[in-house]
């Protein structure tokens, strides 16, 4: 069993940064895959950014060049840092722990890009 707790959600101005954390609870931290989804009202949720355990990253054409992923296996935590934001990026932010069969979610944190 994994716990995830998101934090480092806000409003924020467009062209503005947010970081977010993701704080992991359980065993074995170090052998999930860690991603990042969002989902804005009306649409279904989507991955933002992925970083597997052994370090490698992706992220879809959408935040690339703008978001960063990155983990720390000591500290379990898993980050998003989230630069040139626009408002299109708003919506509940979401930390998800993957190592098949087996997934698990975080209760997400509201990202808001607005003037």
């Known amino acids: 069993q994994v716990q995830l707790v998101e934090s480092g959600g806000g409003l924020v101005q467009p062209g503005g940064s947010l970081r977010l954390s993701c704080a992991a609870s359980?065993?074995?931290?170090?052998?999930?895959?860690m991603n990042w989804y969002r989902q804005a009202p009306g649409k279904q949720r989507e991955l933002v950014a992925k970083?597997?355990?052994?370090?490698?990253?992706s992220y879809p054409d959408s935040v690339k060049g703008r978001f960063t992923i990155s983990r720390d296996n000591a500290k379990n935590t898993v980050y998003l840092q989230m630069d040139s934001l626009k408002p299109e990026d708003t919506g509940v932010y979401y930390c998800n722990a993957w190592a098949a069969p087996n997934g698990y979610w975080g209760q997400g944190t509201q990202v808001t890009v607005s003037s």
């Open positions: 970083i597997t355990s052994g370090g490698s990253t």
């Open positions: 359980g065993s074995s931290f170090s052998i999930y895959t």
